[in-house]
């Protein structure tokens, strides 16, 4: 995890590996990519999924969309799917509204839902993304800060 943009006070580069038992995950970002390569890129053991761009909400707010209007949220960057075959598809990008969480939010404070995302996902991500920083700040793996009995009921 790096901050590679002059100025930029985020961190806008990452190459995370995870590392699980029977298989390796390997997730690669970049806020630089210009063309030429993907910008978010994911391996797995069955395949790989490929996004040339990233998703286009902010682009449509620039460009005068009204979120929620009909064509609010399209990608026409599919995702590109290989096998272990290495056989290509295209899956059309489902299409964003980031709007949807925070109402879902509002919906489970208020009791008509259960929360979108449970605390326990919440913790393994945020163990992910410490573990993450941890690592890029030592140069060492590092093991997720998590029980026996949070990480059986992830599964």
């Known amino acids: 995890i790096a901050t590679l943009r ?6 806008d580069w990452a190459h995370v590996v995870l590392n699980y038992p029977q298989h390796k995950v ?12 993907s910008r978010f890129t994911v391996h797995g053991d069955k395949g790989s999924v ?3 761009r990233a998703d286009q909400q902010e682009s449509q707010l620039l460009a005068g969309v009204v979120p929620g209007s009909e064509s ?14 290495l056989r290509a598809s295209e899956i059309s990008a489902p299409r964003g509204d980031q709007r949807q969480y ?13 929360n979108p995302v449970s605390p326990l996902e919440a913790l ?11 690592s890029a700040e030592s140069g060492t793996t590092q093991t997720l800060a998590l029980t026996a009995d949070e990480l059986a009921g992830l599964k």
């Open 50 to 52: 490929v996004k040339q």
């Open 6 to 11: 002059e100025g930029a006070e985020i961190n």
């Open 26 to 37: 390997v997730l690669h970002c970049s806020m630089l990519v210009a063309g030429g390569v």
């Open 72 to 85: 609010w949220g399209e990608d026409d960057d599919s995702l590109v799917v290989f096998d272990a075959n």
């Open 102 to 114: 925070y109402i879902h939010v509002r919906d489970a404070l208020t009791g008509k839902i259960s």
């Open 124 to 134: 393994a991500v945020m163990a992910v993304l410490e573990a993450a920083a941890q």
